[in-house]
């Protein structure tokens, strides 16, 4: 497949050189927004999940510009392979924002390139959508959030795993800065429900895959929850080492914000059975928007699919754009304008009913609490009430975030 791709509507034409969108004919040119997207390297099943997600979301679009009485012709995406380099993150970003002059740019962004995105589009007055879990407290005001705070993660598994299970936690997470914010918000969570963080954290590095010490200290110091917020090849080699141990998860169970289906997959399901995992959404979420848009996912991809929390955030994040285009003349639809209006937008995504924040550009979601069968299915075992703000900052309910390319300047 070429690094670079076009997308129109529900057609992934993958292996089509990117050139310039097609306008429709008599009709006025798309409206263009770039997708930065991991289709080859390690990360490359990610990708391909958030581009089926990308076009379902794109075409349902479409269907409703048809009908808005010619209004706009359709919204296209330009897709890049950003791989697992930050270089090509890089170019590729600096190419929609500067020379393909997209009204936004949705994907991810690479750990450590983060600020350095922020600068891109703050030069640039563009806007960059972001379907990633985040540690918070970013907010350049041309970054909108899509993913859950460590705050939106925890705030109601660490007291239903302590009421449920018991008060001794032991936390363990990889150190980079979303799953180490994880873990130290953790940590103040289980103080605040009156339990227990058993010494200090265990923090390693992102492929650490050697458990052993970790393991031995579980059953020495008679823990009752493991809360693990290790990601990637590090949290597949922690639940086989777990379970190769002879642990039981009805007797101490593993509690995690970061399993996705992905790592669940990866990790086998029987090693991952009995494991309780928390997310604002899970493919196995049983409701009528989410049954809709499986079926959608499915129709397109020609296959089963199980779409994780990033993949629906990138569809309720294009929907968002395309409803903040919807409210203005096709002239007026740059960045700026389109941050204007998605401010407290609100729209009924897989996960429930969800909006963005108008002081911080995060957004409101429904965190749940699922626990995984032998099965491989995810099953919803407690859900928020009501949609839980971000609170970026942890101990700071209410307050807007600072702007991040001021303090960084």
Known sequence: MNRRAFLAGSAAAAGVPLLTPIPALGGPRPIRVGLLLPLSGPHAALGHSLRESAAVALDEINRILRRSHGRMASVSAFVEDIGSSPARFRRALSHLVAGARVASVFGLCPTGLRAEMRAIVDRHDSLFWDPAPTAGGECSGRVIHGGPTPYQSLNHLVPWMAEQVGGRFLLVGTDRPWPAELVRVGREM??????????????????????????????????DVVLSALTGASAVAFFLQYRAAGFDPRRTPIASPTLTEAVAGAATPKAVAGTIA?????ADWMSPANTLFIQRLRRHAAGAVRPDAMAEALWFQIHQFAAAALAMDLREIVPVNIREAAKGSRIDAPEGPVRIESDTLYTRLWPKIAVVEHSGRFRVLACADEPVRPLPFWGWPGKACVDAAVVER
């Open 190 to 223: 289980v103080l605040e429900a009156g339990a227990t963080p058993v010494g200090p954290a265990e923090l390693f590095p992102p492929g650490h895959t050697d458990f052993a010490d970790t393991l031995a200290r579980i059953r020495r110091q008679d823990i």
């Open 278 to 282: 928390a997310a604002p959404y899970f």
